[in-house]
């Protein structure tokens, strides 16, 4: 591997260079196409934020394998310095597009000093991979559309939201953390993948709790007890997260179609329902997301 590469020398790895672009204090964000393939080691921590695209991605990351389904709202934490892999299988329909945020480890090592007792020189952050945290997503969500504005709200909005951030990210996905991902349990492996698949073909219809537990043999309450345990949510949250991720890949995919179309198309009741749900995981509503990541 190459020595570690900083924010700016990043750039120089894309396919494009990003369309949006800005530091405030010590923190910078990029949003980015996706490289298909990537081989580096950064100098920060890094957090990205899948926002359009669904593909299937593998992630060497110091030499530990992971591989999963990526859908808009997926999380990745990747800690500086430790050589990491990537490729990724890119659904051809919907540009593979993300946000990244470059995070120094001496920032969380001065937030770690003032505020916990513990030795900065001893908290890690942790590796965590295709994870969902709404706080995240609505915070760098929101540190986009500022860049994209030129920081109407001044630095001062930019920095408070970044040293929030860095508090969340050191009490969840620090070695400080009680943060364990779920274990994957209460479903054997078929079960769940039918499960799974019998959300997603079916976001744009009605699907109740009965007819999950019937598709896998099981009773309801059962269902739900097995599901919660595997998955980490229940089956309510875990469909509304589908609907809502679908609903980003029509918003930048399909950018004719009605806010009232796409909100018909993946389940929701109406337009205000899938809006209030959108607002309250990204802090924004699905036309001015829209705004922001079309080109």
């Known amino acids: 591997m190459s020595p570690p590469v900083s924010a700016s020398q990043f750039v120089s790895l894309l396919p494009a260079p990003p369309d949006v672009s800005a530091a405030w204090n010590t923190f910078s964000l990029q949003r980015i196409d996706a490289p298909r393939h990537l081989e580096t080691t950064f100098a920060d921590h890094v957090v990205t934020l899948h926002i359009s695209g669904t593909h299937h991605l593998r992630q060497v990351l110091g030499g530990r394998v992971s591989e999963g389904r990526s859908d808009p709202g997926a999380l990745n934490a990747i800690p500086a310095g430790v050589d990491m892999v990537v490729d990724m299988a890119v659904d051809l329909n919907a540009a593979a597009r993300g946000l990244v945020l470059f995070i120094p480890p001496a920032f969380l090592s001065r937030v770690v000093a003032e505020h916990w007792s513990a030795d900065p020189t001893r908290v890690e952050l942790v590796r965590h991979f295709l994870i969902r945290d709404r706080v995240i997503e609505s915070v760098m969500t929101r540190l986009a559309v500022e860049a994209k504005r030129g920081s109407p709200l001044g630095n001062l909005y930019a920095e408070s939201a970044c040293e929030f951030l860095a508090h969340h ?114 802090g924004v509503s699905p036309s001015a997301f829209r705004a922001l990541h079309l080109r």
């Open 169 to 282: 990210i050191i009490c969840s996905y620090s070695s400080l953390s009680g943060h364990r991902s779920p274990t994957r349990g209460g479903l054997t492996g078929r079960r769940l993948k039918i499960a799974l698949d019998y959300i997603h073909d079916s976001l744009g219809q009605r699907i109740s709790l009965h007819a999950l537990a019937a598709s896998v043999g099981i009773s309801a309450r059962h269902f739900e007890r097995a599901f919660r345990q595997a998955v980490g949510v229940p089956p309510h949250a875990y469909v509304t997260e589908q609907r809502l991720a679908a609903a980003r890949d029509l918003l930048l995919a399909q950018p004719r179609l009605t806010i009232e179309d796409i909100a018909r198309c993946v389940g929701f009741s109406s337009s205000s329902h899938l809006a209030t749900a959108f607002r309250r995981q990204t």
